[in-house]
Protein backbone atom coordinates (compact mmCIF):
# COMPACT_ATOMS: atom_id res chain seq x y z
CA UNK A 1 0.00 0.00 0.00
CA UNK A 2 2.83 2.25 1.03
CA UNK A 3 4.52 1.86 -2.50
CA UNK A 4 1.25 2.04 -4.31
CA UNK A 5 0.80 5.63 -2.53
CA UNK A 6 4.27 6.43 -3.79
CA UNK A 7 4.04 5.80 -7.14
CA UNK A 8 0.89 7.77 -6.52
CA UNK A 9 3.07 10.80 -5.70
CA UNK A 10 5.53 9.97 -7.64
CA UNK A 11 3.19 10.45 -11.05
CA UNK A 12 1.00 13.33 -9.29
CA UNK A 13 5.14 15.03 -9.54
CA UNK A 14 5.81 14.06 -12.44
CA UNK A 15 2.82 15.11 -14.36
CA UNK A 16 2.76 18.37 -12.71
CA UNK A 17 6.54 19.52 -13.80
CA UNK A 18 5.91 17.99 -17.49
CA UNK A 19 2.74 20.17 -18.10
CA UNK A 20 4.15 23.21 -16.24
CA UNK A 21 6.96 25.82 -16.74
CA UNK A 22 9.73 27.20 -14.77
CA UNK A 23 10.67 30.93 -16.05
CA UNK A 24 14.17 32.24 -14.09
CA UNK A 25 12.30 35.81 -14.10
CA UNK A 26 8.68 37.46 -13.50
CA UNK A 27 5.11 36.09 -12.40
CA UNK A 28 4.75 32.46 -12.04
CA UNK A 29 2.04 32.32 -14.33
CA UNK A 30 3.15 34.23 -17.24
CA UNK A 31 4.42 32.18 -20.57
CA UNK A 32 6.75 34.54 -21.89
CA UNK A 33 8.63 37.88 -21.57
CA UNK A 34 7.20 40.88 -23.23
CA UNK A 35 8.09 42.37 -26.46
CA UNK A 36 10.39 45.09 -26.84
CA UNK A 37 11.02 47.49 -29.50
CA UNK A 38 11.70 51.19 -30.21
CA UNK A 39 9.97 52.20 -33.76
CA UNK A 40 6.80 50.37 -33.94
CA UNK A 41 4.90 47.31 -32.21
CA UNK A 42 1.74 45.22 -33.87
CA UNK A 43 -0.50 43.09 -31.78
CA UNK A 44 -3.37 40.96 -32.70
CA UNK A 45 -5.08 37.66 -32.51
CA UNK A 46 -3.21 36.16 -35.72
CA UNK A 47 0.53 36.05 -36.44
CA UNK A 48 0.02 36.11 -40.05
CA UNK A 49 -2.25 39.57 -39.32
CA UNK A 50 0.54 40.67 -37.17
CA UNK A 51 3.21 40.18 -39.48
CA UNK A 52 1.08 42.34 -42.24
CA UNK A 53 0.99 44.95 -39.88
CA UNK A 54 4.70 45.08 -39.22
CA UNK A 55 5.44 45.14 -42.89
CA UNK A 56 3.18 48.09 -43.39
CA UNK A 57 4.90 50.03 -40.84
CA UNK A 58 8.08 49.27 -42.30
CA UNK A 59 7.23 50.56 -45.59
CA UNK A 60 6.08 54.05 -44.78
CA UNK A 61 2.83 53.12 -43.12
CA UNK A 62 1.46 54.67 -39.70
CA UNK A 63 -0.41 52.86 -36.86
CA UNK A 64 -3.55 53.71 -38.83
CA UNK A 65 -2.46 52.14 -42.37
CA UNK A 66 -1.09 48.97 -40.52
CA UNK A 67 -4.59 48.22 -37.99
CA UNK A 68 -6.50 48.34 -41.06
CA UNK A 69 -4.21 46.15 -43.29
CA UNK A 70 -4.49 43.62 -40.65
CA UNK A 71 -8.19 43.93 -39.34
CA UNK A 72 -8.87 43.11 -43.61
CA UNK A 73 -6.36 40.37 -42.80
CA UNK A 74 -8.37 38.96 -39.96
CA UNK A 75 -11.36 39.14 -41.84
CA UNK A 76 -10.39 36.60 -44.32
CA UNK A 77 -7.75 34.78 -41.16
CA UNK A 78 -10.45 34.57 -37.87
CA UNK A 79 -13.92 35.12 -40.18
CA UNK A 80 -15.15 32.97 -36.62
CA UNK A 81 -15.18 36.33 -35.36
CA UNK A 82 -14.79 39.28 -37.31
CA UNK A 83 -15.02 40.42 -41.24
CA UNK A 84 -16.63 43.12 -43.14
CA UNK A 85 -20.02 41.61 -42.29
CA UNK A 86 -19.85 43.36 -38.85
CA UNK A 87 -18.86 46.32 -36.81
CA UNK A 88 -15.97 48.27 -35.18
CA UNK A 89 -15.04 50.88 -32.85
CA UNK A 90 -11.47 52.20 -32.85
CA UNK A 91 -9.87 55.07 -30.03
CA UNK A 92 -6.74 56.71 -31.95
CA UNK A 93 -3.87 58.50 -30.02
CA UNK A 94 -2.77 61.01 -32.93
CA UNK A 95 0.68 62.13 -32.21
CA UNK A 96 0.51 65.38 -33.97
CA UNK A 97 -2.54 67.00 -31.92
CA UNK A 98 -1.64 64.55 -28.79
CA UNK A 99 -5.28 63.70 -28.21
CA UNK A 100 -7.26 60.84 -28.24
CA UNK A 101 -10.26 60.16 -30.62
CA UNK A 102 -12.97 57.75 -30.79
CA UNK A 103 -14.94 55.92 -34.19
CA UNK A 104 -18.15 54.49 -33.74
CA UNK A 105 -18.33 52.45 -36.84
CA UNK A 106 -21.51 50.67 -35.80
CA UNK A 107 -24.23 49.72 -38.44
CA UNK A 108 -28.07 50.35 -37.48
CA UNK A 109 -31.19 48.59 -37.82
CA UNK A 110 -33.35 48.27 -41.06
CA UNK A 111 -35.96 51.26 -41.93
CA UNK A 112 -38.57 49.18 -42.95
CA UNK A 113 -38.62 46.86 -39.70
CA UNK A 114 -40.79 47.84 -37.04
CA UNK A 115 -41.16 46.74 -33.20
CA UNK A 116 -44.71 46.24 -34.57
CA UNK A 117 -43.61 43.46 -37.11
CA UNK A 118 -41.97 41.67 -34.26
CA UNK A 119 -45.02 41.63 -32.07
CA UNK A 120 -47.51 40.88 -34.61
CA UNK A 121 -45.35 37.61 -34.89
CA UNK A 122 -45.56 36.93 -31.24
CA UNK A 123 -41.53 36.82 -30.79
CA UNK A 124 -40.11 37.51 -27.45
CA UNK A 125 -36.67 38.11 -28.95
CA UNK A 126 -35.06 38.80 -31.84
CA UNK A 127 -33.54 35.32 -33.20
CA UNK A 128 -29.52 34.74 -33.18
CA UNK A 129 -29.87 33.75 -36.68
CA UNK A 130 -31.52 34.36 -39.82
CA UNK A 131 -31.82 37.97 -41.80
CA UNK A 132 -33.83 39.56 -38.95
CA UNK A 133 -30.61 40.19 -36.57
CA UNK A 134 -28.97 42.10 -39.57
CA UNK A 135 -28.30 45.18 -38.69
CA UNK A 136 -25.76 47.48 -41.32
CA UNK A 137 -22.43 46.55 -41.53
CA UNK A 138 -20.27 49.01 -40.40
CA UNK A 139 -16.61 47.92 -40.32
CA UNK A 140 -15.42 48.84 -44.18
CA UNK A 141 -16.99 52.27 -43.60
CA UNK A 142 -14.93 52.77 -40.37
CA UNK A 143 -11.79 51.73 -42.29
CA UNK A 144 -12.24 54.42 -44.94
CA UNK A 145 -13.36 56.95 -42.33
CA UNK A 146 -10.19 56.03 -40.18
CA UNK A 147 -8.23 56.45 -43.49
CA UNK A 148 -9.31 59.78 -44.32
CA UNK A 149 -8.70 61.53 -40.90
CA UNK A 150 -5.29 59.81 -40.37
CA UNK A 151 -3.68 57.48 -42.98
CA UNK A 152 -0.56 58.33 -44.66
CA UNK A 153 -0.46 55.24 -47.77
CA UNK A 154 -3.01 54.05 -50.18
CA UNK A 155 -5.46 51.57 -49.66
CA UNK A 156 -4.13 49.40 -52.59
CA UNK A 157 -1.09 49.18 -50.46
CA UNK A 158 -2.87 48.78 -47.46
CA UNK A 159 -5.20 45.84 -48.85
CA UNK A 160 -2.37 43.96 -51.15
CA UNK A 161 -1.05 41.38 -48.46
CA UNK A 162 -4.94 40.55 -47.52
CA UNK A 163 -6.17 39.89 -50.83
CA UNK A 164 -2.84 38.08 -51.57
CA UNK A 165 -3.58 35.21 -48.82
CA UNK A 166 -7.39 35.41 -49.82
CA UNK A 167 -6.27 34.51 -53.38
CA UNK A 168 -3.61 32.37 -52.77
CA UNK A 169 -4.11 30.89 -49.37
CA UNK A 170 -2.75 30.28 -46.02
CA UNK A 171 -2.51 27.55 -43.15
CA UNK A 172 -5.08 27.48 -40.96
CA UNK A 173 -4.24 27.74 -37.22
CA UNK A 174 -5.84 25.19 -34.60
CA UNK A 175 -7.72 27.68 -32.79
CA UNK A 176 -9.45 28.87 -35.91
CA UNK A 177 -9.30 25.43 -37.35
CA UNK A 178 -11.57 24.23 -34.42
CA UNK A 179 -14.02 26.94 -34.36
CA UNK A 180 -14.94 26.76 -38.18
CA UNK A 181 -15.29 22.82 -37.77
CA UNK A 182 -17.73 23.30 -35.07
CA UNK A 183 -19.53 26.80 -36.92
CA UNK A 184 -19.64 26.11 -40.76
CA UNK A 185 -21.86 22.59 -40.25
CA UNK A 186 -23.89 23.83 -38.19
CA UNK A 187 -24.62 26.87 -40.13
CA UNK A 188 -25.26 24.47 -42.90
CA UNK A 189 -27.37 22.27 -40.78
CA UNK A 190 -29.65 25.36 -40.53
CA UNK A 191 -30.62 25.29 -44.46
CA UNK A 192 -28.41 28.61 -45.04
CA UNK A 193 -27.27 29.19 -48.45
CA UNK A 194 -24.14 30.34 -49.76
CA UNK A 195 -22.13 28.70 -46.65
CA UNK A 196 -20.93 25.23 -48.92
CA UNK A 197 -20.10 27.57 -51.61
CA UNK A 198 -18.24 30.14 -50.03
CA UNK A 199 -16.51 28.24 -47.17
CA UNK A 200 -15.75 24.49 -48.23
CA UNK A 201 -16.28 24.50 -52.30
CA UNK A 202 -13.80 27.14 -52.56
CA UNK A 203 -11.13 24.64 -50.65
CA UNK A 204 -11.67 21.47 -52.37
CA UNK A 205 -14.94 20.69 -51.37
CA UNK A 206 -13.54 20.12 -47.55
CA UNK A 207 -13.70 21.26 -44.88
CA UNK A 208 -10.12 22.67 -43.98
CA UNK A 209 -7.76 21.50 -40.76
CA UNK A 210 -5.51 22.71 -38.63
CA UNK A 211 -1.99 23.32 -41.07
CA UNK A 212 -4.30 22.88 -44.11
CA UNK A 213 -4.24 25.47 -46.93
CA UNK A 214 -7.64 27.71 -46.75
CA UNK A 215 -8.40 30.20 -49.34
CA UNK A 216 -11.44 32.69 -50.55
CA UNK A 217 -11.41 34.04 -53.67
CA UNK A 218 -14.76 35.19 -52.92
CA UNK A 219 -13.66 37.71 -50.62
CA UNK A 220 -10.46 38.68 -52.31
CA UNK A 221 -12.65 39.90 -55.28
CA UNK A 222 -15.09 42.00 -52.78
CA UNK A 223 -11.42 43.21 -51.41
CA UNK A 224 -10.09 44.30 -55.09
CA UNK A 225 -13.52 46.21 -55.50
CA UNK A 226 -13.58 48.17 -52.17
CA UNK A 227 -9.73 48.84 -52.80
CA UNK A 228 -10.51 50.04 -56.17
CA UNK A 229 -13.70 52.21 -56.09
CA UNK A 230 -13.64 53.35 -52.26
CA UNK A 231 -16.04 52.78 -49.01
CA UNK A 232 -19.28 53.72 -51.93
CA UNK A 233 -18.46 50.07 -54.03
CA UNK A 234 -19.97 48.37 -50.47
CA UNK A 235 -23.03 50.88 -49.34
CA UNK A 236 -24.19 52.29 -52.63
CA UNK A 237 -22.41 49.30 -55.53
CA UNK A 238 -22.97 46.26 -56.86
CA UNK A 239 -22.10 45.05 -53.44
CA UNK A 240 -25.09 46.87 -51.58
CA UNK A 241 -27.77 45.35 -54.12
CA UNK A 242 -25.85 41.85 -53.77
CA UNK A 243 -26.73 41.95 -49.87
CA UNK A 244 -29.80 43.70 -49.60
CA UNK A 245 -31.39 41.81 -52.29
CA UNK A 246 -30.13 38.35 -50.59
CA UNK A 247 -31.65 39.77 -47.05
CA UNK A 248 -34.81 40.26 -48.62
CA UNK A 249 -35.18 36.95 -50.29
CA UNK A 250 -34.44 35.43 -46.91
CA UNK A 251 -37.71 37.15 -45.15
CA UNK A 252 -35.29 40.11 -44.03
CA UNK A 253 -35.35 43.93 -44.15
CA UNK A 254 -31.92 45.23 -45.03
CA UNK A 255 -32.16 47.48 -48.19
CA UNK A 256 -29.83 49.10 -50.09
CA UNK A 257 -31.39 52.33 -49.01
CA UNK A 258 -30.13 51.53 -45.09
CA UNK A 259 -26.52 51.06 -46.64
CA UNK A 260 -26.19 54.00 -48.71
CA UNK A 261 -27.40 55.77 -45.48
CA UNK A 262 -25.00 54.35 -43.51
CA UNK A 263 -22.33 56.82 -41.64
CA UNK A 264 -19.97 56.29 -38.77
CA UNK A 265 -19.74 58.72 -36.23
CA UNK A 266 -16.79 60.38 -34.56
CA UNK A 267 -17.45 60.51 -31.06
CA UNK A 268 -15.34 61.89 -27.69
CA UNK A 269 -13.78 58.79 -25.56
CA UNK A 270 -14.69 59.61 -22.03
CA UNK A 271 -12.82 58.59 -18.91
CA UNK A 272 -12.23 58.21 -15.26
CA UNK A 273 -8.91 58.51 -12.99
CA UNK A 274 -8.04 55.08 -11.46
CA UNK A 275 -5.39 55.94 -8.99
CA UNK A 276 -3.80 58.33 -11.14
CA UNK A 277 -3.68 57.08 -14.73
CA UNK A 278 -6.53 58.10 -16.85
CA UNK A 279 -8.69 54.82 -18.29
CA UNK A 280 -10.55 55.83 -21.67
CA UNK A 281 -13.83 54.04 -23.05
CA UNK A 282 -15.98 55.29 -25.72
CA UNK A 283 -20.02 56.39 -24.89
CA UNK A 284 -23.16 54.40 -25.69
CA UNK A 285 -24.50 52.44 -27.73
CA UNK A 286 -21.14 50.36 -26.75
CA UNK A 287 -20.56 49.09 -23.14
CA UNK A 288 -17.12 50.19 -21.96
CA UNK A 289 -18.42 52.96 -19.55
CA UNK A 290 -19.48 50.08 -17.78
CA UNK A 291 -15.82 49.27 -16.79
CA UNK A 292 -15.11 53.01 -15.85
CA UNK A 293 -18.00 52.51 -13.35
CA UNK A 294 -16.20 49.48 -11.65
CA UNK A 295 -13.29 51.13 -11.70
CA UNK A 296 -14.94 54.02 -9.98
CA UNK A 297 -16.72 51.69 -7.30
CA UNK A 298 -13.11 49.43 -6.57
CA UNK A 299 -10.83 52.83 -6.47
CA UNK A 300 -12.79 53.22 -2.75
CA UNK A 301 -10.46 50.12 -1.36
CA UNK A 302 -7.45 49.69 -0.68
CA UNK A 303 -5.83 47.08 -2.89
CA UNK A 304 -2.15 47.47 -1.11
CA UNK A 305 -3.46 45.50 1.12
CA UNK A 306 -5.52 42.83 -0.35
CA UNK A 307 -4.03 40.20 -2.58
CA UNK A 308 -4.50 39.21 -6.33
CA UNK A 309 -7.12 36.19 -7.02
CA UNK A 310 -7.57 36.42 -2.87
CA UNK A 311 -11.94 35.81 -1.64
CA UNK A 312 -11.38 39.66 -0.63
CA UNK A 313 -10.17 40.90 -4.36
CA UNK A 314 -12.82 38.81 -6.58
CA UNK A 315 -15.78 38.85 -4.09
CA UNK A 316 -15.03 43.26 -4.23
CA UNK A 317 -14.83 43.02 -8.04
CA UNK A 318 -18.00 40.60 -8.59
CA UNK A 319 -20.24 43.21 -6.36
CA UNK A 320 -18.78 45.99 -8.42
CA UNK A 321 -19.74 44.46 -11.60
CA UNK A 322 -23.48 43.51 -10.70
CA UNK A 323 -23.80 47.04 -10.17
CA UNK A 324 -22.39 48.99 -12.80
CA UNK A 325 -24.31 45.16 -15.11
CA UNK A 326 -26.87 47.15 -13.70
CA UNK A 327 -27.03 50.29 -14.70
CA UNK A 328 -26.23 48.93 -18.11
CA UNK A 329 -29.07 47.18 -18.72
CA UNK A 330 -31.09 49.83 -17.39
CA UNK A 331 -29.07 52.66 -19.09
CA UNK A 332 -27.03 51.63 -21.94
CA UNK A 333 -28.21 52.13 -25.50
CA UNK A 334 -27.72 54.23 -28.98
CA UNK A 335 -27.55 57.96 -27.86
CA UNK A 336 -29.34 59.00 -30.72
CA UNK A 337 -32.34 57.50 -29.09
CA UNK A 338 -31.82 57.89 -25.31
CA UNK A 339 -30.31 59.92 -22.66
CA UNK A 340 -27.70 58.41 -21.17
CA UNK A 341 -26.55 59.89 -18.31
CA UNK A 342 -22.92 59.28 -18.82
CA UNK A 343 -21.27 62.05 -16.33
CA UNK A 344 -23.87 61.42 -13.28
CA UNK A 345 -22.58 57.16 -14.03
CA UNK A 346 -19.16 58.12 -13.63
CA UNK A 347 -18.78 60.58 -10.84
CA UNK A 348 -17.43 60.42 -7.56
CA UNK A 349 -20.42 61.06 -5.62
CA UNK A 350 -22.55 58.38 -7.84
CA UNK A 351 -19.45 55.31 -7.07
CA UNK A 352 -19.89 56.47 -3.39
CA UNK A 353 -23.41 55.46 -3.41
CA UNK A 354 -22.91 52.50 -5.14
CA UNK A 355 -19.75 51.13 -3.42
CA UNK A 356 -22.35 51.54 -0.24
CA UNK A 357 -24.35 48.57 -1.67
CA UNK A 358 -21.84 46.66 -1.51
CA UNK A 359 -21.65 44.02 2.16
CA UNK A 360 -19.37 40.92 2.65
CA UNK A 361 -21.61 38.86 1.46
CA UNK A 362 -22.94 38.50 -2.09
CA UNK A 363 -25.97 40.40 -3.40
CA UNK A 364 -28.16 39.28 -5.75
CA UNK A 365 -28.18 40.30 -9.24
CA UNK A 366 -31.07 40.84 -11.51
CA UNK A 367 -29.17 42.19 -14.41
CA UNK A 368 -28.85 38.96 -16.68
CA UNK A 369 -26.67 37.59 -19.17
CA UNK A 370 -26.65 40.03 -22.81
CA UNK A 371 -24.45 38.31 -24.69
CA UNK A 372 -21.58 35.86 -25.56
CA UNK A 373 -19.46 36.10 -28.81
CA UNK A 374 -16.26 35.98 -30.82
CA UNK A 375 -14.11 38.96 -31.19
CA UNK A 376 -11.05 40.05 -32.56
CA UNK A 377 -8.81 42.79 -30.84
CA UNK A 378 -5.83 44.50 -32.16
CA UNK A 379 -3.64 47.14 -31.08
CA UNK A 380 -0.74 49.18 -33.47
CA UNK A 381 1.89 51.96 -32.44
CA UNK A 382 4.78 53.60 -35.02
CA UNK A 383 7.72 55.48 -34.85
CA UNK A 384 5.61 58.55 -34.55
CA UNK A 385 3.98 57.67 -31.67
CA UNK A 386 0.58 56.95 -33.22
CA UNK A 387 -1.23 54.40 -30.96
CA UNK A 388 -4.55 52.89 -32.29
CA UNK A 389 -6.90 50.57 -30.20
CA UNK A 390 -9.34 48.50 -32.62
CA UNK A 391 -11.81 45.90 -32.20
CA UNK A 392 -13.68 44.38 -34.99
CA UNK A 393 -16.67 41.41 -34.86
CA UNK A 394 -19.82 39.54 -36.50
CA UNK A 395 -21.52 38.96 -32.83
CA UNK A 396 -22.07 35.37 -32.27
CA UNK A 397 -18.92 33.56 -33.70
CA UNK A 398 -19.33 33.92 -37.33
CA UNK A 399 -22.74 35.44 -37.44
CA UNK A 400 -26.19 35.61 -38.56
CA UNK A 401 -25.78 32.71 -41.15
CA UNK A 402 -26.56 35.13 -43.54
CA UNK A 403 -24.04 34.69 -46.69
CA UNK A 404 -24.41 37.11 -49.53
CA UNK A 405 -23.55 35.33 -52.82
CA UNK A 406 -19.80 35.23 -54.01
CA UNK A 407 -18.80 37.97 -51.62
CA UNK A 408 -16.73 35.89 -49.30
CA UNK A 409 -18.04 36.85 -46.07
CA UNK A 410 -21.29 36.94 -43.27
CA UNK A 411 -23.42 39.21 -42.17
CA UNK A 412 -23.25 40.05 -38.60
CA UNK A 413 -26.21 39.32 -36.50
CA UNK A 414 -25.78 42.17 -33.77
CA UNK A 415 -29.69 43.32 -33.79
CA UNK A 416 -30.12 40.38 -31.87
CA UNK A 417 -29.04 42.83 -28.80
CA UNK A 418 -31.98 44.85 -28.85
CA UNK A 419 -34.72 44.61 -26.42
CA UNK A 420 -38.47 43.88 -27.84
CA UNK A 421 -39.98 45.03 -24.13
CA UNK A 422 -41.58 48.47 -25.04
CA UNK A 423 -40.24 51.62 -23.21
CA UNK A 424 -36.44 50.32 -22.19
CA UNK A 425 -33.95 52.30 -23.78
CA UNK A 426 -32.35 49.45 -26.10
CA UNK A 427 -35.90 48.83 -27.29
CA UNK A 428 -35.63 48.01 -30.84
CA UNK A 429 -36.67 50.61 -33.42
CA UNK A 430 -36.19 51.33 -37.40
CA UNK A 431 -32.44 53.26 -37.80
CA UNK A 432 -31.11 52.70 -34.43
CA UNK A 433 -27.92 51.30 -33.47
CA UNK A 434 -28.18 48.33 -31.24
CA UNK A 435 -26.65 47.53 -27.62
CA UNK A 436 -23.04 47.04 -28.09
CA UNK A 437 -20.83 44.28 -26.66
CA UNK A 438 -17.35 44.97 -28.40
CA UNK A 439 -15.18 48.02 -26.91
CA UNK A 440 -11.32 49.57 -27.26
CA UNK A 441 -9.63 50.72 -24.43
CA UNK A 442 -6.65 53.37 -23.70
CA UNK A 443 -4.71 54.54 -20.40
CA UNK A 444 -3.50 57.42 -20.63
CA UNK A 445 -1.06 59.35 -17.71
CA UNK A 446 -0.02 63.08 -16.95
CA UNK A 447 -1.88 63.83 -21.04
CA UNK A 448 0.57 61.05 -22.40
CA UNK A 449 -0.22 58.16 -23.71
CA UNK A 450 0.33 54.88 -20.99
CA UNK A 451 -1.28 51.60 -22.94
CA UNK A 452 -3.48 50.56 -25.11
CA UNK A 453 -5.32 47.56 -24.59
CA UNK A 454 -8.18 45.33 -25.34
CA UNK A 455 -9.94 42.72 -23.87
CA UNK A 456 -12.71 40.18 -26.40
CA UNK A 457 -15.05 38.11 -25.14
CA UNK A 458 -19.20 39.66 -24.60
CA UNK A 459 -20.40 40.24 -21.66
CA UNK A 460 -16.56 39.68 -19.83
CA UNK A 461 -14.94 42.49 -22.12
CA UNK A 462 -15.75 45.27 -19.32
CA UNK A 463 -14.77 43.04 -16.48
CA UNK A 464 -11.61 41.98 -18.95
CA UNK A 465 -10.48 45.24 -19.14
CA UNK A 466 -11.08 45.96 -15.19
CA UNK A 467 -8.50 43.26 -14.18
CA UNK A 468 -5.94 44.58 -17.24
CA UNK A 469 -6.11 48.09 -15.13
CA UNK A 470 -5.85 46.79 -11.52
CA UNK A 471 -3.56 43.84 -12.73
CA UNK A 472 -1.19 46.91 -13.94
CA UNK A 473 -1.89 49.62 -11.71
CA UNK A 474 -3.07 47.64 -8.04
CA UNK A 475 -0.76 44.82 -8.72
CA UNK A 476 2.75 45.59 -10.45
CA UNK A 477 2.47 43.53 -13.15
CA UNK A 478 3.96 44.06 -16.41
CA UNK A 479 2.14 44.21 -19.48
CA UNK A 480 2.19 40.41 -20.75
CA UNK A 481 2.09 39.27 -16.59
CA UNK A 482 -1.55 41.53 -16.82
CA UNK A 483 -2.74 39.20 -19.27
CA UNK A 484 -1.44 35.80 -18.15
CA UNK A 485 -3.07 36.29 -14.69
CA UNK A 486 -5.66 34.02 -14.13
CA UNK A 487 -9.19 35.65 -15.08
CA UNK A 488 -12.82 35.23 -13.70
CA UNK A 489 -15.90 36.04 -14.98
CA UNK A 490 -19.13 36.73 -13.05
CA UNK A 491 -22.39 36.01 -14.94
CA UNK A 492 -25.91 36.37 -14.50
CA UNK A 493 -26.89 33.41 -15.80
CA UNK A 494 -27.94 30.75 -13.13
CA UNK A 495 -30.47 28.05 -12.93
CA UNK A 496 -32.90 28.02 -10.13
CA UNK A 497 -31.81 25.55 -7.32
CA UNK A 498 -33.04 26.49 -3.86
CA UNK A 499 -30.11 26.97 -2.72
CA UNK A 500 -28.62 30.00 -0.75
CA UNK A 501 -26.39 31.37 -3.87
CA UNK A 502 -29.51 31.46 -5.75
CA UNK A 503 -30.03 34.91 -7.72
CA UNK A 504 -26.77 35.97 -6.92
CA UNK A 505 -25.20 34.41 -10.63
CA UNK A 506 -22.35 32.54 -11.05
CA UNK A 507 -18.59 33.19 -10.87
CA UNK A 508 -16.56 31.27 -13.18
CA UNK A 509 -12.90 30.81 -12.56
CA UNK A 510 -9.74 30.01 -14.23
CA UNK A 511 -7.57 27.04 -13.08
CA UNK A 512 -5.27 29.74 -11.59
CA UNK A 513 -7.57 30.69 -8.58
CA UNK A 514 -7.04 28.70 -5.57
CA UNK A 515 -9.10 26.47 -4.49
CA UNK A 516 -8.37 28.40 -1.18
CA UNK A 517 -10.03 31.39 -2.70
CA UNK A 518 -13.32 28.97 -3.79
CA UNK A 519 -13.97 28.24 -0.83
CA UNK A 520 -13.67 31.60 0.32
CA UNK A 521 -16.18 32.71 -1.70
CA UNK A 522 -18.42 30.14 -1.48
CA UNK A 523 -18.20 31.36 2.40
CA UNK A 524 -19.67 34.47 1.13
CA UNK A 525 -22.60 32.71 -0.65
CA UNK A 526 -21.26 33.59 -4.30
CA UNK A 527 -22.11 30.79 -6.66
CA UNK A 528 -18.68 28.73 -8.36
CA UNK A 529 -17.76 27.18 -10.91
CA UNK A 530 -15.73 27.00 -14.37
CA UNK A 531 -16.05 27.74 -17.75
CA UNK A 532 -14.73 26.87 -21.01
CA UNK A 533 -13.73 29.96 -23.40
CA UNK A 534 -15.16 32.59 -21.88
CA UNK A 535 -12.14 34.66 -20.55
CA UNK A 536 -11.53 36.91 -23.53
CA UNK A 537 -8.67 37.54 -25.34
CA UNK A 538 -5.79 40.04 -24.64
CA UNK A 539 -3.46 43.09 -27.02
CA UNK A 540 -1.64 45.08 -25.30
CA UNK A 541 0.94 48.21 -26.46
CA UNK A 542 2.38 50.42 -23.65
CA UNK A 543 4.62 53.18 -24.17
CA UNK A 544 7.96 53.80 -22.26
CA UNK A 545 7.92 57.52 -22.16
CA UNK A 546 11.63 57.54 -20.00
CA UNK A 547 12.84 54.92 -22.50
CA UNK A 548 10.85 55.36 -25.77
CA UNK A 549 10.61 51.53 -26.31
CA UNK A 550 6.90 49.94 -27.16
CA UNK A 551 6.41 47.06 -24.75
CA UNK A 552 3.75 44.50 -26.60
CA UNK A 553 1.78 41.45 -25.25
CA UNK A 554 -0.64 39.26 -26.62
CA UNK A 555 -2.91 36.41 -25.36
CA UNK A 556 -1.77 33.26 -24.85
CA UNK A 557 -5.08 31.27 -24.83
CA UNK A 558 -5.35 32.13 -28.46
CA UNK A 559 -3.07 32.55 -31.49
CA UNK A 560 -2.05 35.89 -30.80
CA UNK A 561 1.16 37.78 -31.34
CA UNK A 562 2.85 40.78 -30.58
CA UNK A 563 5.74 41.84 -32.72
CA UNK A 564 7.85 45.20 -33.44
CA UNK A 565 11.04 46.11 -34.84
Not at 119 to 126: D, S, V
Not at 330 to 355: I, Q
Not at 463 to 470: A, L, W
Not at 484 to 489: E, I, K, L, Q, S
Request: a neutral charge; hydrophobic letters at 35%; aromatic letters at 12%.
Amino acid sequence: MKAFILSISASFIFNFFLFSQDRVTGASFATRSEVLSRNGMVATSHPLATQIGLDILKNGGNAIDAAIGANAALGLMEPTGCGIGGDLFAIVWDAKTKKLYGLNASGRSPIGLTLGYFKEKGMEKIPAFGPLPVSVPGTVDGWFELHKKFGSIKMENIMAPAISYAETGFPLTQLIAWYMQRSIPYYMNMGYPNIEDTYIKQNKGNLVDEGEIYKNPYLANTYKKITKEGRDAFYKGDIAKTIANFIQDQGGFLSEKDLAEHHSEWVEPVSVNYRGYDVWELPPNGQGIAALQMLQILEGYNFSNIEFGSTEHLHLFTEAKKLAFEDRAKYYADMDFAKVPVTRLLSDSYADERRKLIKDSASKYTAGEISAGETIYMTVADKDGNMVSLIQSNYRGMGSGMVPPKLGFMLQNRGELFSLKSGQVNTYEPNKRPFHTIIPAFITKDSEPFVSFGVMGGDFQPQGHTQIVMNLIDFGMNLQEAGDAPRWDHSGSSTPTGDPQEGTGEVRVESGISYQTVRGLIGKRHKVGFGRGRYGGYQAILWDKENQVYHGASESRKDGQAAGY
